[in-house]
């Protein structure tokens, strides 16, 4: 009977914790939160289904760290629509962007080897390519920091039957590289400007000294280390990979032509992995930096990798989000967007990755996560006043098409007032803050009608759109 007891006391722990990680998936996939609410209005919640449906959006995967634990992970979608392929916990997605931040641990780790040095002119270095200099020294730290002065903020990528050029050819800005020369536009430590191609420059570093493949170092020295082992850097991906891999969309819902691009800008841009994998990162870059942990990187390099260096949202490989409370770093391929945020206390964080290029539905999540687990950093929503519906006569003023280069707008009167499409494509309801004011849930901007134009404001960035003449 005590062994009972205890065996029930240790199982009753779990299960309730099971049970909260249970509900708080559920509010967090039934409670996106828009990026506008409106005075008095009870607050505007959607599924994680209703917004892949209204935004045209073919997949997305969501995995939330609390406590320095990976609490739930979930797919929703599909990771292939003409397949019927859903997405699940182990699809994985183009890290994009993201992979600078496990390109940076590496980097590190060779510093920490004594391999490198994070001051050293990176002309030492580098054997048969040296970028042009208007003048100063490049280091490491610049490249890792984006203030080396140098151009290509970021990459196409390649069409999988492309021929692929190699990591000079790609700083040489040589066929068959589709981008232009790695260039300096300024001196080293001026100031902050994103260089995908500053990155390209710390992989050829990693792979000149390390005498080795990129993909197998960081395979080696960082992902299996930390228990990354569904993901890689290879590119192309292996091809017993191919039904794990996620297809990319474009244009209007459109699968690219070979299901994705392929980036031998493998640091700037070529890692394949799925939000349980970067969980694993987030939470060692968590324990690493209290001293708890030292899978790849010390307590003391951790820390110099999460300080900003010149500039102060910006650390090596990182950025230092909402008032430095979080580390975080955004990614965007061809027809794939994700994002990570790890906070420097506590040990929460979470991992939203899409297969397409479409922000929003990633912003959401972010709401609603914030929102559950209530982290005040993500409950951002704008509140506006709302008008009620407009009569028919004041309706009928604005219907039409609104055009600007080859962007259409189309504004229809239905069931419940006006809603506006773009492209043709799903139609967005229109609630109005003003009699010639409205927004969308759909994207953050104010349109604006005036006459015959329709001013579309999002941002510092205004485009007007003028009607068409029937």
Known sequence: MKAIRTLLCLLLPLSAFAQSAADNMRRVENGLMPWVQFQDQQPMRFSVEDR??????????????????????????YADKEEKRPVTTETLFQAASISKSLNAMAILKLVQDGKLKLDEDINTYLKTWHPELNKGTITLAHLLSHTAGLT??????????????????????????????????GAPGEKFQYSGGGTTVSQLILTTITGEPYEKYLQAAVLNPMGMTQSFFSQPPPKDKANLLATAYVGEGKPAKGKYHVYPEQGAAGLWTNPTDLA?????????????????????????????????????????ARDGRWFNHNGGNYGFACVYYGS???????????????????D???????????????????KLPLL???????????????????????????EGGL??????????KMYFTHPDRFVITETPAFFTFKGDTLLFKSGPRERKFLREVK
């Not at 820390?303 to 490989?317: H, Q």
């Not at 962007?407 to 009167?413: D, P």
Request: proline share 6%; glycine share 8%; with cysteine.
């Open 52 to 77: 892949l449906k209204a935004l045209e959006i073919p997949g997305v995967t969501v995995g939330v760290i609390r406590n320095y634990k990976l609490e739930w992970a979930k797919g929703y979608g």
């Open 152 to 185: 290509i903020h970021g990459f196409p990528g390649y069409e999988t039957t492309d021929n692929l050029p190699t990591t000079e050819q790609i700083l040489r800005g040589a066929k068959p590289a589709n981008t232009s020369e790695v260039r300096p536009f």
């Open 280 to 320: 694993k990162y987030i939470i060692e870059t968590q324990l690493a930096k209290e001293g708890k942990s030292s899978k790849v990187l010390s307590q003391s390099m951790t820390k110099t990798r999460l300080t900003p260096y010149l500039n102060p949202n910006s650390a090596l490989g990182v950025f230092m």
């Open 344 to 362: 420097m206390e506590g040990g929460n964080g979470f991992v939203i990755m899409t297969n397409c290029n479409n922000y929003m539905i990633i």
């Open 364 to 382: 959401e999540i972010a709401r609603a996560i914030g929102n559950v687990y209530q982290w005040k950093d993500f409950q951002d929503e704008e």
């Open 388 to 414: 009620p519906v407009l009569p028919d006569s004041l309706s009928r003023k604005y219907t039409g098409s609104y055009v600007e280069k080859t962007t259409k707008v189309k504004i229809n009167t239905s």
């Open 419 to 428: 809603h506006a499409s773009f492209n043709d494509g799903q139609p967005c």
